[in-house]
């Protein structure tokens, strides 16, 4: 899927770091057929259209800018920029038309923008009466899965940005319907690649974070949470606030695990730690990282540890558990920030029989119809992962930066 991903990406975006610039593709190519209105108030005469974007006639300046640059083939335009210039601010919770919550700075464009209009006679404009359904032929819409594609939308006259939900997907087709609330330039975006894979300090911004993760950089597990914090703020103070209310001893706390990074990959070989906002991850990592055996007598004390060690297989036989009065510890490599995130949901999953399934559901499900789907849920896969055929540990929470993080429990659990 990834490669597929690459190829979809190396097709129709315009912007790319990594290869030479292509030309910008026709409208024919992103979207080779007339857009089909479902609902909206057209009038007699009205047609709706999709035309390469004419910036001269928006009345907002500043979105003209903003459109011109990502849509120019030699620069990289992230979304997060898009929305700074627009004065959209991304530390807030960002809601879809839907009223669902999101965030796309974690989104990257899949098509240059283009203009959704209303056509009558020679004439082209962007004011409508009200919200319009449609239904939009994508070509880089194609083999996408619903959940993972965001329609973005700026109204060129007032620069307020939309973020709009596809209701349903076609990924034979790449045909989508929408609920569109204005008229103006769109854009189909994707969710970046987040991978969790082996520390990297020598890309950290903060020193402080890199030389601690440094110092703890070769254990995996056992790390003693006091020396952590020590090492990290100098910290003298024994009792520390991990959430609203909520204190506890550092001394009483070590790891389950050694610290691993989660990143948002960009290239072959390049990562991002900067993130605004957050995202609810099912963070995996390979079970030789970490103590499991700690975690599962926790939760399983009558589980046979011995046999597990023996045929690992067995851990993916348990069901999903939270670990109490235990929390993941995240340093934002960035910034220097320290969150916690208590009460982990913990499983074991064979990530290859997941990926096995995943392919046996897309071959089984043409169209995607409108659901409950998380789009502010992703799937982390370890992309440093030792031991093939082995099962993952699958953490579950909202975090809230990139970077190191590790669980923390207390010393006599």
């Known amino acids: 899927m990834k490669k597929k991903l690459i190829s979809i990406l190396l097709a129709v975006m315009t912007i790319s770091a990594s290869v030479p610039a292509f030309a910008a593709p026709s409208i024919s190519q992103i979207i080779p057929e007339a857009p089909k209105v479902v609902e909206g108030n057209l009038k007699a005469g009205e047609e709706l259209v999709v035309q390469d974007v004419k910036t001269e006639e928006y009345k907002d300046k500043k979105v003209a800018e903003v459109v011109k ?19 959209v601010d991304t530390t807030q919770v960002i809601k879809t038309d ?15 923008f283009v203009d959704l209009a209303i056509k009558k006679e020679d004439q082209i404009k962007f004011e ?26 700026i109204d060129p006259n007032t620069g307020k940005v939309y973020f709009v939900e596809v209701e349903k997907l076609n990924k034979k087709t790449g045909e989508i319907t ?10 189909l975006m994707q969710k970046v ?51 609203d209310g909520k204190t506890i001893n550092v001394d009483d706390y070590s790891s389950s695990m050694g610290f691993a990074d989660m990143a948002i990959k960009q290239g072959d070989g390049e990562y991002l730690y900067d993130m605004d906002g957050s995202l609810q991850a099912e963070a995996h990592r390979d079970v030789d990282d970490t ?10 004390p009558d589980f046979d540890v011995d046999a597990a060690k023996e045929d690992k297989a ?19 490599p960035v910034t220097g920030e320290v969150s916690y995130i208590e009460n982990p949901e913990i499983s074991f999953v064979d990530p290859q029989a997941e990926e096995e399934e995943a392919k046996a559901e897309e071959n089984e499900e043409e169209i995607e119809e409108e659901t409950d789907d998380d789009l502010m849920g992703w799937v982390v896969e370890d992309e440093d992962k030792k031991n093939e055929g082995e099962p993952d540990l699958v ?12 669980i923390f429990m207390p010393k006599d659990k």
């Open 69 to 87: 640059k990502v849509n120019d083939e030699n620069t990289k335009t992230t979304i997060k920029e898009v929305l700074t210039d627009l004065k």
């Open 98 to 112: 839907t009223n669902k919550v999101v965030n796309p700075t974690l989104y990257e464009p899949l098509t240059p």
């Open 128 to 153: 409508s009466t009200g919200e319009i359904k449609a239904t939009v032929t994508i070509e880089a819409a194609k083999d996408m899965k619903k959940k993972d594609i965001l329609i973005m939308q």
């Open 178 to 187: 929408a609920t569109f609330p204005t008229l103006g330039p769109v854009t």
């Open 193 to 243: 690649p987040i991978v969790v894979k082996d520390v990297s300090p020598e890309n950290y911004p903060d020193k402080k974070v890199a030389d601690t993760v440094i110092a703890f950089k070769e254990e995996k597990s056992d790390l003693s949470l006091t020396d952590v914090l020590d090492k990290l703020q100098g910290n003298e103070e024994k009792e520390i606030e991990i959430a």
């Open 291 to 300: 103590d499991w055996e700690r975690m599962v007598q926790e939760a399983y």
């Open 314 to 332: 067995l851990l993916t036989e348990l069901d999903s558990f939270t670990l109490e009065d235990s929390f993941v510890m995240q340093m934002n």
């Open 395 to 406: 953490i579950k929470a909202q975090f809230t930066s990139m970077g190191p993080f590790a």
